[in-house]
T-cell receptor
Framework: GENVEQHPSTLSVQEGDSAVIKCTYSDSASNYFPWYKQELGKGPQLIID?????GEKKDQRIAVTLNKTAKHFSLHITETQPEDSAVYFC?????????????FGAGTRLAVHP | DGGITQSPKYLFRKEGQNVTLSCEQN?????MYWYRQDPGQGLRLIYY???????QKGDIAEGYSVSREKKESFPLTVTSAQKNPTAFYLC?????????????FGPGTRLLVL
């Protein structure tokens, strides 16, 4: 079936450093790629998304890049802060019976140390 | 204050018992979803509904049931047939299900088995 692989599973950085999380997907029909941040005991919150008609999108300290040929996309967080510590999930859309479902990666636990 | 609410925050189930998780949204979204989250795994789709009075099975529907009698509400019942129900359950909604729309998540319900 369709799947999304996410790496690394855990990431530890010093405050102020950059963090990069990478995802690969298998469905060539995928054309929407959101990233969610989940804090402990809470629901995921959308932080940025990208559609297949662009290769890069930026929102302040976070950016997402997309390579459709290679079927991978990445989340970049610059100038990390302790409040960035959370679990991050990538997802890719998958058309299925007139409906676009999201396939999620397994998540990356990011720890930012002061 | 618009958003998605889930209740209860914690739920305990006894052997052989059916339990119902509540999900309400006031975003005027047509589509609603239920996901299951297990430690170290991504979100897996249980059921989804693109419109009132219609719903479809997701990837792991066995042992679960839903209803969609009102646009705002999409309750999930975990039946006694679900042998491993301990998990974090997340409800989400989007403007529509047929086009690619952002999914917004509720705060989640943690289900534990006594």
């Amino acid at each position: 079936g369709e799947n999304v692989e996410q790496h690394p599973s855990t990431l530890s950085v010093q405050e102020g450093d950059s963090a990069v999380i990478k995802c690969t997907y298998s469905d060539s029909a995928s054309n929407y790629f959101p990233w969610y941040k989940q804090e402990l005991g809470k629901g995921p919150q959308l932080i940025i998304d990208i559609r297949s008609n662009v290769g890069e999108k930026k929102d302040q300290r976070i950016a997402v890049t997309l390579n459709k040929t290679a079927k991978h996309f990445s989340l970049h967080i610059t100038e990390t802060q302790p409040e960035d510590s959370a679990v991050y999930f990538c997802a890719a859309s998958h058309p299925s019976g007139g409906y676009n479902k999201l396939i999620f990666g397994a998540g990356t636990r990011l720890a930012v140390h002061p | 204050d618009g958003g998605i609410t889930q209740s209860p925050k914690y739920l305990f189930r006894k052997e052989g018992q059916n339990v119902t998780l509540s999900c309400e949204q006031n975003l005027n979204h047509d589509a609603m979803y239920w996901y299951r989250q297990d430690p170290g795994q991504g979100l897996r789709l249980i059921y989804y509904s693109q419109i009132v009075n219609d719903f479809q099975k997701g990837d792991i529907a066995e042992g679960y049931s839903v209803s969609r009698e009102k646009k705002e509400s999409f309750p999930l019942t975990v039946t006694s047939a679900q042998k491993n129900p301990t998990a974090f359950y997340l409800c989400a909604s989007s403007l529509s299900g047929s086009s690619i729309e952002t999914q917004y998540f509720g705060p989640g319900t943690r289900l534990l088995v006594l």
